[in-house]
């Protein structure tokens, strides 16, 4: 059993706090992502799980058992870093069996495993070369081995993907998956990357950079569609989508949500807002749930209009941004229609997709 536990982690370096109430538990073989912007303390939350860091309050454990005196060697995990950090000057074999042999495994026992992880990753025909001869995707799967063949109940994984090209990304995310599934190991995954946390994760676990006021950097946990489907706030909301979702500032008044050249009736998923005090809103839509007028049932459609200010196809869709004086409106359109600059457009948002958040809080409401 390789169960993670986190409970109120902080962490600071000198003055600056990085980590402020970190409380977290990742189950036996489960796949977790660790999402978040530059300096959100994702990092730092996978080098303390390793062991490269200590906390500077609350405890961690794995398999119910405290980390706090425990050095890494004896973790038994396993780190995949960004730089791919093999030993340029031996092969790809000796790069991968290069553990066992500094914990004198039997030569014939490193053979024999070195040879099923080059087998599962498609290396048996390079572990000859040295990393020069290798390209960036032969790379990662050599220190993608290099983790594998140690067998532990625990991987972390630092942003793996990061060097490689777009279409290599693709090949790894769907290779990383097939691993985990095969394995069945307790792996922890740091990206900012949200489509690599969509794609790979069970669960993620959203954070933000913990402010002044050392605010927990913990913003939600759930499955991928949890998360994206009803975001606990806000920055989640925004960070979670390419495009991301659309915030209209507006004012609760009676039955609807007046903003700046748009009112919303507070129907569907909004109806619990009727009858409430004034108060400052920001009503979420996601782009691809606004659309060209007449594809929605009339009860459905709210109408919304403004000037385009950028237009762009991206194959069988477009993008539309219109701008509005607080902020600008994205719709994702399954149309290659590209509105001139300036040209006023009507669109249609969909009424049961809306959200609703805190004005000043951010948080969902």
Partial sequence: MAAIGLTGICKTF????????????????????????SGCGK??????????EGPSA???TIGGRDMRLVPPK????????????????LRVAENIGFSLSIRGVASAEISRRVGQVADTLGLTTLLNRKPAALSGGQRQRVALGRAIVREPSVFLFDEPLSNLDTE???????E??????????????VTHD?????????????LAPTGPDTTPNLMQVGTPLEIYDRPANAFVAQFMGSPPMNLLPAIINGTTAVGEGFSIPLTGPL??????????VQIGIRPEHIHEPGQLPADRAIMIKGPTEIAETIGAESLVHLAFPLGRLIARLGSRRVPAYGEWVALEMDSTQLHAFDGVTGDRI
Avoid: C
């Fill in 176 to 189: 990383l998956a097939r691993l985990q599934k095969t394995l069945a190991t307790t792996t922890v995954y």
């Fill in 194 to 206: 949200q489509v690599e946390a969509m794609t790979l994760g069970h669960r993620i676990a959203v």
């Fill in 43 to 52: 990092s730092t939350a996978l080098r303390l799980i390793a062991g490269l």
């Fill in 168 to 174: 290599l990304r693709v090949q790894m995310r769907a």
């Fill in 58 to 60: 609350g405890t961690l």
């Fill in 14 to 37: 000198g003055a600056i706090t990085v980590l402020h109430d970190l409380t977290l538990s990742i189950a036996d073989r489960e796949f977790m992502v660790l999402v978040g912007p």
């Fill in 271 to 280: 109806a619990h807002l009727i009858g409430q005090p004034a108060r400052r």
């Fill in 74 to 89: 004896d973790r038994d995990v396993a780190m995949v870093f960004q730089s791919y950090a093999l030993y340029p000057h």
